[in-house]
């Protein structure tokens, strides 16, 4: 069976510092990818998918990014955090979009 | 253009009372929904599909494309029932689901 795994489960990290969030998935093979971020009151705001190796498209002009160096691992980065960035960040996997997602446990991120 | 309302951000209900979530959603075609249930502290999960006519802890929804809607229905409503709960729209031409705002449920005893 498919699973995904996500971690950090939670981060503080200072304003400045860089930023690294990994998800895998296990089970299955050309997975599309999403990293979302989910805000209390707002909703899930997609960041950025991946529908194959490399392959990275930007939902949001923002102050992360993403890359997929392999199949079955989508990473979001930082260079330099922003207060901003602070958030609850979910990696999900499709194997198209007709079935649904299926979503990371989540990383709760703190820039301080 | 694409888009799914979810008109209440939080819908309180006494245990044993029905309940409805309400969804609308705008698109020019034949779209899949879904219902997607958060937990308090536990990861995201798809509740439920339109094309798959469940029943999930017994929750139902239909697909009204008159009305554009697709609420989700329990005749009576569990404590463990208290979630955040999506509404969740696949317009077959990309990669992306388009979310609703989402509706906090919570089951008063």
Redesign the interface.
């Known amino acids: 069976s498919q699973t995904i795994h996500q971690w950090p489960a939670t981060l503080v990290q200072p304003v400045g510092s860089p930023l690294s969030l990994e998800c895998t998935v296990e089970g299955t093979s050309n997975p599309?990818l999403?990293w979302y971020r989910?805000a209390a009151?707002?909703?899930?705001q997609?960041l950025f998918?991946s529908?194959g190796i490399g392959q990275i498209s930007s939902e949001v002009p923002q102050n992360l990014s993403a890359s997929r160096p392999q199949d079955r691992q989508f990473i979001l980065s930082s260079k330099k955090l922003l207060l901003s960035d602070s958030g609850f960040y979910?990696c999900a996997w499709?194997e198209g979009?007709?079935y649904?997602?299926?979503?990371?446990?989540?990383t709760r991120l703190t820039v301080v | 253009a694409q888009r799914v309302t979810q008109p209440e951000?939080l819908l309180s209900v006494f245990k044993g009372a029905p309940v409805e979530l309400k969804c609308n959603y705008s698109y020019s075609g034949s779209p899949?929904l879904?219902w997607?249930v958060q937990y308090s502290r536990q990861?995201?999960?798809?509740l439920l599909?339109h094309?798959s006519r469940e029943s999930i802890k017994g929750f139902t929804a239909d697909l009204n494309k008159g009305e554009t809607s697709f609420h989700l229905k329990k005749p009576f409503a569990q404590e463990e029932d208290s979630a955040m709960y999506?509404c969740?729209l696949?317009g077959?031409s990309?990669?992306?689901?388009i979310?609703?705002?989402?509706t906090k449920l919570i089951i008063k005893p």
């Open positions: 599309n999403y989910q009151g707002r909703g899930l997609l998918y529908v979910l499709s979009v007709d649904g997602y299926t979503f990371g446990s989540g | 951000k899949e879904f997607y990861r995201l999960q798809l599909r094309i999506y969740a696949s077959r990309n990669y992306q689901l979310w609703g705002a989402g």
